[in-house]
């Protein structure tokens, strides 16, 4: 079994950051991808970012140039630094893990943009 705990949401004005985390622990696993979703009312989740076990990384287009995912082994922990935060990008962020031939998932975090 995998733990996450996210943190890093909140209240930021248009074209602000925020930095999301991730920490994933248990006895034993071995994650192959970490990375988002969001989801905002009304609307489908969909993914946003993701990193493989070999660094590579995605990224929906409607964050290319803006959010960066990166990962910390010795931590177990990823993260989404989020720059250039746009209205459309409120919503709660959910972090992934894929593990042990299994998707575990955070308890979500609350980003909102708005003036």
């Known amino acids: 079994q995998v733990q996450l705990v996210e943190s890093g949401g909140g209240l930021v004005q248009p074209g602000g950051s925020l930095r999301l985390s991730c920490a994933a622990s248990?006895?034993?696993?071995?994650?192959?991808?970490m990375g988002w979703y969001r989801q905002a009312p009304g609307k489908e989740r969909e993914l946003v970012a993701l990193?493989?076990?070999?660094?590579?990384?995605n990224y929906a287009d409607f964050v290319k140039g803006r959010f960066t995912i990166s990962r910390d082994n010795g931590k177990n922990t990823v993260y989404l630094q989020m720059n250039s935060l746009k209205p459309e990008d409120t919503a709660v962020y959910y972090c992934?893990?894929?593990?042990?031939?299994?998707?575990?998932w955070g308890q979500g975090t609350q980003v909102t943009v708005s003036s």
């Open positions: 990193i493989r076990s070999g660094g590579s990384t």
């Open positions: 248990g006895s034993r696993f071995n994650i192959q991808a």
């Open positions: 992934f893990a894929d593990a042990n031939r299994l998707r575990y």
